[in-house]
Structures are given as C-alpha cells and as structure tokens.
C-alpha cells in the first residue's frame, strides 16, 4: 500500500480558492467513492472536513468542497481566508478493509 | 458528548512493546469500529489498522502485521506495538469509524489527543 500523493505546499491569498490534489490508483481512490479529507493543526487532532468524495460533515464550512476524477481526488477551498492555514491530508478505502493516507499538504495563506 | 480520551505519554526501548489505550465516551463502543493512526515527528499520518470492537475482528496495514495487536475492553480499545525501533517514535491516534454498523467506511469525526510514544535507548 503506497501512500497517495499530495503536493508537498500549496499557497493562495486571502479571498482566493485553492485547489489540493490526491492521486491514487484504481485500486483506491478509483475504485471506491471513500475519499476523506483532514485538516490537522499543529499539535491537534485531524478534522475530518470532506467525506465520500464530496460530502460535508455538519458544521464544515461549504468554502471547503471535494470532487474526483479518475485516481485523483481533489480538495478545493474558496474564499481563503488565514484560519484555513494548515496541513491537508487525504485518505481513501484501499480494498480488503484498509485505508491509505496522502502525505499531506501544506497550505500557506500569503 | 463523544469523545476518545487516550492514555499518557510513554517512553520505550528498542525491542520492547508499548500498549495505548483509547477509552471511550458518549457512546456505545461496540457500534463503531475503531481506527487507529500514527504520525511520525514532522511527518504525515499513516494509516495502522482498524477494530471492530463489537466482534474483535481486525484488519491491520500490511507493514504493521506481526507487529500490532488492537483489542477491546469494557469501554475501552488498545493497540499494542512490539519490537519497536526507533522509527516507531510518533504520536498515536485512536479515531471513530464515521459510520456507526458499518463495516468500517472511514476515520471520521471523533479522534483521541493522541499519545506520543518515543523509542530510545
């Protein structure tokens, strides 16, 4: 099970959308509608924010949306604003009752 | 409210085992399976393995088989580690399935403060 792959920074001004990728294969994220996206902070818990590709759990903010296309997942986050810096991960179902995790992403709000 | 309150810090040699446990409030264990994920100083998370607390069914990452055992008690889940080394430093999570009766779907809502666990000698 390799690691998907995640840009390693991405970085946007405040207002700006940005977009985070998440390539698998078609034994992960191309078989299974089961992509979730985490916010993590430093030294604090993941935060599940995208789930099932593109759902929202309550209380996420609707400037965070997902979408997929083929192996690669991708997280976008509208209207940036400076509290939405962070790490981003992904992870997906990966078959046979496993899940793999990107390598995170680091978003930087300029 | 749900919550996944986790044990302490622990220091560990090379070679020895470690257990973290993850007690469980607010609800039902057994209806969630548990996953549990560790994150290596400065580095991304990595999927461990997940527990079905109402069955004991488990199913661990090919890289941790032979090494780690989850198990459950009364309300409480717990991850054991052995052989470790010192790449198996890393803050440890235990996290809720998202969805309850499920055969696991993903890591969802609920996650434990993790527990950093240091191998040195």
């Known amino acids: 099970q390799s690691a998907l792959t995640q840009p390693a920074s991405v970085s946007g001004s405040p207002g700006q959308s940005i977009t985070i990728s998440c390539t698998g294969t078609?034994?992960?994220?191309?078989?299974?509608?089961?992509v979730s996206w985490y916010q993590q902070h430093p030294g604090k818990a993941p935060k599940l924010m995208i789930y099932?590709?593109?759902k929202r759990p309550s209380g996420i903010s609707n400037r965070f949306s997902g979408s997929k296309s083929g192996n690669t997942a991708s997280l976008t986050i509208s209207g940036l604003q400076a509290e939405d810096e962070s790490d981003y991960y992904c992870?997906?179902?990966?078959?046979?009752?496993?899940?793999?995790f990107g390598g995170g992403t680091m978003l930087t709000v300029l | 409210q749900v919550q996944l309150v986790q044990s302490g810090a622990e220091v560990r040699k090379p070679g020895a085992s470690v257990t973290v446990s993850c007690k469980a409030f607010?609800?039902?264990?057994?209806?969630?399976?548990i996953h549990w994920v560790r994150q290596a100083p400065g580095q991304g998370l990595e999927w461990m393995g997940i527990?079905?607390?109402?069955?004991?069914t488990t199913s661990y990452a090919q890289k941790f088989q032979g090494r780690v055992t989850m198990t459950r008690g009364t309300d409480t889940v717990f991850m054991e580690l052995s052989s470790l080394k010192s790449e198996d430093t890393a803050v440890y999570f235990c996290?809720?399935?998202?969805?309850?009766?499920?055969?696991?779907?993903?890591?969802?809502?609920?996650w434990g403060q993790g527990t950093l666990v240091t191998v040195s000698s």
């Open positions: 996290a809720r399935d998202l969805i309850g009766g499920s055969t696991g779907w993903s890591p969802g809502e609920y």
């Open positions: 607010g609800y039902t264990l057994t209806n969630y399976y």
């Open positions: 527990l079905n607390p109402g069955g004991s």
């Open positions: 078609s034994s992960d994220v191309g078989s299974y509608n089961l």
């Open positions: 099932d590709d593109i």
């Open positions: 992870c997906s179902f990966a078959g046979s009752r496993t899940w793999v």
